[in-house]
């Protein structure tokens, strides 16, 4: 029996009505939000570095076109300068596209790698993703409470290639429906710094006073599984928190558990048959 069809994917039409909606509910609940959001930034480094990490640019993903990584340098490179910078003060949010904002090409934009429903696809501003897998990444390193996060939840469509933080981290955004926020609600302002160079995404997030927890995220348990003739990806991801003092554990949180059907070819894969 075939399933119906959602609004959104009768036509091209309906999608983009569907769309406007999304658009016209997003900007409607912030014009009656009570959150503060985050718009002041300044060149002004804050005293303590608490957290930096740098992400390749282009890497090799599957099959997909490197002419869409290369288009994603530049997409990264408009992006960056929106939000390097920003205060992040007590109370307020961090919103990404109330500071990015549109992405248009006659900004500059190129057409980059979008993912939708499972697949791989191009879009203007493609590959922005990368930018809020870094701020989210910086971000689970400090005491700021997430409130809005997206994922490609339940697929894992590339093979490994120089993966350096854990399977299961990443966001997905959408101009702007899908958002990622976080806010902070700590009584410490924070400064998130991004740069572009020819190789690296490179963030830090820093603040006016020293925090008292240094966070640590691992993966743990990680396999991969046969199940019903179809490859999954299994792993957990856990927090611990370490008093920086003292040098003990105060908490330890799982925060994810990944459970995603592999898209790729599992032939050089360890697996395990289950059942």
Known sequence: MTSRKLFCEISPLTYRISSYKQKVLRVGS??????VFATRRTSKLLPFRVYSHQSLIRRKLGDVDMRLQENKAVNLSIAAPKVTGILIQPGETFSFWKLVGSIRSQDG?????T???????SGIGG????????????????????????????IDLFPDFGRQIPFGTGTS???????????NSTDI???????????????????????????????????FTMEEGKVYRNSQIVRESVDRRTGRMV?????????????????????????
């Open 30 to 35: 912030d014009l009656f939000t009570n959150e």
């Open 109 to 113: 934009y190129l057409d980059g790698l």
């Open 115 to 121: 993912i939708s429903s499972g697949k791989t696809l």
């Open 127 to 154: 590959g922005l993703c990368q930018f809020t897998n870094l701020i989210h990444w910086l971000i689970l390193h400090t005491d700021m409470q997430i409130i809005e996060h997206h994922h490609h939840d339940g």
């Open 173 to 183: 955004i959408s101009n702007p429906t899908l958002d990622y926020r976080f806010k």
């Open 189 to 223: 302002t924070y400064q998130l710094m991004v740069s572009v160079d020819d190789k690296y995404l490179c963030g830090e997030v820093r603040s006016d006073r020293s925090p008292r927890l240094k966070h640590h995220i691992k993966c743990e348990m990680e396999r």
């Open 251 to 275: 908490k330890r949180e799982l925060i994810k558990i990944n459970h995603a059907e592999v898209k790729y070819d599992p032939s050089l894969l360890d697996i395990e048959v289950n059942g």
